[in-house]
């Protein structure tokens, strides 16, 4: 799989993407992720990327033409006529591990991250075919959630992880939060790791697991359980 990132800041990329699983599977060549600076597709003196908003009000809004350009130029380089071009902005639709999952089976994806007040409309409207949000809450850039998007979805890439990390049965890959996991020792001061998991009864094992990853969603998330 191939993403390219097309950003204002793309220096934030480098030690997030330097590390652990993304950087692993980038050495085993099952992604590559290549970021390119929105401000190197202007073409005035300045390196402009942004402007007043028509009608007023606070902020800048980035410019339409260097977004333009700059899918334009990726589009060139990677033979590419219609993979998904995501723009990350809190007005997205909700990025959850099910829409990581549909974006991981994508041979090639676009990422459009804005800053500043917004992007122009236009970006939004007739570039993007798609546009997330990685929560409710606004950040100052959508760098940051690209990064969220990138290490979400790489981790599900088929070979990426090992059998033993398994994104079976964590958190929200059935709907539901993922039961307690112990380790050793046994007792830690005075807090004994549940008798069941010692017992080496598998059934009764995954019995517990699955009544504890429900009981667990329905005190911390019932909105999942009511889905
Ligand atoms: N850009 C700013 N805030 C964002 C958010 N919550 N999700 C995605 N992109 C953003």
């Known amino acids: 799989m191939r993403i390219d990132i097309l950003c204002l800041f793309p220096e934030m990329f480098v030690s997030p993407f330097s590390h652990s699983i993304v950087k692993r599977a980038e050495g085993k060549g099952l992604v590559e992720v290549v970021t390119h600076n929105i401000r190197d597709f202007t073409h005035d003196r300045h390196a402009t990327v942004d402007d007043y908003p028509y009608g007023g009000g606070a902020g800048m809004v980035l410019k339409p033409e260097p977004v333009f350009e700059g899918v334009e130029h990726v589009r060139r380089v990677t033979g590419t006529a219609d993979s998904p071009v995501v723009l990350l902005s809190p007005r997205g639709r909700l990025f959850t591990q099910g829409v990581a999952s549909e974006l991981a089976g994508h041979a090639h994806l676009i990422l459009l991250c804005g800053h500043y007040e917004g992007v122009d409309e236009r970006v939004s409207e007739h570039l993007a075919t798609d546009e997330l949000s990685i929560g409710d809450y606004v950040l100052t850039g959508g760098e940051l959630a690209a ?81």
């Open 147 to 227: 990064m969220v998007v990138v290490d979400a979805m790489v981790r599900l890439l088929p070979g990426v992880l090992g059998s033993d990390e398994s994104a079976g049965e964590e958190s929200h890959a059935g709907g539901l939060l993922e039961y307690p996991q112990y380790t050793r020792p046994e007792e830690y001061r005075g807090w004994r790791v549940p008798p069941v998991l010692l017992s080496g009864h598998h059934a009764e094992i995954s019995a517990w697991r699955r009544r504890q990853s429900i009981l667990k969603t329905a005190a911390r998330r019932p909105d999942l359980l009511s889905r």
